[in-house]
């Protein structure tokens, strides 16, 4: 898979002045990282690391191919927002035939199988060929065309097979039989109201009087209730609260694992949650509840991307929070000195140019990372076709957590209650986590808009949860050390000596909506606003060439 980074330390190529230059020592000081360059001729070069990536005077030189902002090809949003409703049910329907073909399950996942799946032609074991050849005769076309579609949904997703447009437990046979059927009735109920253990035995015993077994031949009540608490182990049902037998079914079958980060940037945690608190829409002036969607590393526990809504959040907003990760938000105007974010060289610098969409940079609110994979949940909003497309071009690997299991997203799941428990129950319009906890009209105090509360929410994770020390941030060689996020990036980055960066600062585009607009002498009409800048010079009062002759505009919520 291509990938949109390449790795910046000893080795590393660049043209500096028109000479190519090779990175030979690369460390971290106190003033900010460094590296000492050779050219062809031997000469050495010291600089700081911002220097070298942020001048116009040195480019990166990639060592393999990737992808950039100025292929020829149109982005996954661009091709995505084109196809009408019936194009992209048909894409999706291709998409589900060539997930069964790589992996044997229409969702790509074994965790996630459709009844009957995996068919005998897609077993694990089958060749290939075999798979290609079985799709060609299901679906009637040629062998040739299904390679076709599995090579372009592994090289750009669901995006890639949208259509080309043209132009630009007993011994006895009977208690075996009893103790079978009393746990098909108790994984019945794994879903639905605890039952009574006498309830399970007498649906037990009409079962099997309905499939002509004996009534001599059925356990005694005490033998029954003697089985049931055999089976209460393997399927527990009537000890345990509802909600935690459901967990405890939700387990996996297979052995048991955990993803350990290494360095920063390996691991991004995403999830939305539903705040305990309510906001104000800023025209109808009416109370609304709030989602919250973050964007957090594993390994330093920072947040790098914040987005919220209304409920319901929807894909773009998950999209928009990983842009954040690539480009982060400016530092408030007012923000002491130590929240924002320490200059680390390469972090921030790689990201954000003099020209970046928040104007002139003032330093920023959160590191930026570009991250080698994405842990999520099973929502739409994180399983898109835009995002994955996107992510797939990218080379970040989109790495599903298991179903109902929020132990997988630890660190995130800890992070809501932080804020839930140090920030939201001192504000207006707090409800409670629950309704027991709630007050007698909540709604009545809500007080602060949308983007107020955003960014309060913000403020105190750049300004409080990013330098207090964590309970689970600790250097094993150094027993008893707690750092805080910050702490722990800078520390990551010595211990890696490295950090992935992207090839293109502009591939962030890709992850925000299109909007389709015709540029206009006076720039582009979008929302009630105009935008306008010297970027639209060589197209103004020009047709795109697509069939509505509007141009693709990659949109900032």
């Known amino acids: 898979m291509s990938r949109a980074t390449v790795r910046v330390g000893v080795g590393a190529r660049f043209s500096y002045d028109g000479e190519v230059v090779e990175v030979v020592e690369f460390a971290a000081t106190q003033a900010g ?15 700081a690391v911002k220097e070298l990536l942020l001048s116009d005077r040195a480019r990166i030189i990639p060592d393999g191919p990737g992808p950039a902002s100025d292929d020829p090809q149109d982005t996954a949003a661009v091709v995505l927002g084109q196809l009408s409703n019936a194009e992209r049910e048909q894409v999706l329907e291709r998409a589900v035939h060539v997930r069964e073909v790589l992996t044997g399950f229409g969702s790509g996942s074994e965790e996630l199988p459709a009844v009957g799946e995996p068919r005998a032609a897609y077993a694990a074991g089958e060749p290939m060929e075999s798979r290609y050849a079985a799709k060609a005769a299901e679906l009637g076309v040629a062998v040739r065309t299904v390679k076709r579609w599995v090579a372009a949904f592994r090289r750009d997703g669901e995006a890639g097979l949208a259509p080309v447009r043209s132009g630009p437990r007993s011994g006895h046979r009977a208690a075996e039989a009893w103790a079978e059927v009393a746990l098909e009735v108790m994984v019945e109920h794994t879903g639905q109201s605890k039952p009574s253990r006498k309830m399970v035995i007498e649906r037990t015993r009409a079962r099997l009087l309905a499939r002509k077994f004996a009534e001599e031949d059925l356990p005694s009540r005490a033998t029954a ?34 993803l350990r980060p290494t360095r920063p940037g390996e691991y991004l945690l995403m999830d939305t949650n539903r705040l305990d608190v309510f906001a104000l829409d800023p025209v109808t002036l009416q109370w ?39 480009r982060p938000r400016p530092a408030g105007k007012d923000w002491p000195a130590h929240a924002v974010w320490p200059e680390h060289g390469i972090p921030r610098s790689v990201l954000i140019d003099r020209t970046a969409l928040e104007g002139p940079m003032r330093g920023a609110a959160s590191p930026a990372l570009v991250p080698e994979t994405v842990l999520v949940d099973h929502g739409k909003v994180f399983v898109s076709e835009h995002l994955t497309s996107v992510c797939r071009r990218l080379g970040i690997s989109v790495q599903p957590a298991r179903l109902r299991t929020g132990r997988d997203k630890g660190p995130l799941e800890r992070f809501f209650l932080t804020l839930r428990e140090d920030l939201l129950q001192a504000l207006p319009g707090y409800k409670g986590p629950d309704l027991y906890s709630r007050g007698e009209r909540p709604e009545g105090e809500a007080f602060f808009f949308l983007h107020e509360l955003e960014a309060i929410i913000r403020e105190w994770v750049a300004c409080v949860y990013h330098h207090r020390p964590h309970t689970s941030l600790v250097d094993p060689s150094v027993p008893g050390l707690r750092m805080s996020p910050a702490a722990m990036f800078e520390h990551g980055l010595n211990r890696a000596g490295y950090i992935e960066v992207p090839r293109d600062p502009d591939l962030a585009f890709e992850f925000l909506r299109v909007e389709r607009r015709k540029i ?15 970027a639209l010079d060589p197209y103004r009062g020009l047709l795109s060439g697509d069939r509505d002759g509007k141009w693709p505009i990659a949109v900032n919520p």
């Open 288 to 326: 609304l509840q709030v989602e919250l969607t973050v964007a957090m590393d594993w390994y330093t526990r920072c947040v790098c991307g914040i987005r919220i809504t209304p409920v319901s959040t929807k894909a773009v907003d998950a999209s928009v929070a990983l842009y954040q990760a690539f």
């Open 520 to 534: 206009q002498h006076y720039g582009i009409d979008l929302d009630a606003r105009r935008y306008n800048g010297a």
């Open 33 to 47: 990282g460094e590296v000492v360059l050779k050219d062809g001729r031997g000469r050495l070069l010291r600089l």
């Open 225 to 258: 209730y003697r089985l049931l608490e055999d089976l209460e182990r393997r399927h527990p049902t009537f000890r345990l609260s509802t909600k935690r037998n459901r967990d405890i079914a939700a387990r996996p079958g297979g052995v048991y694992g955990k």
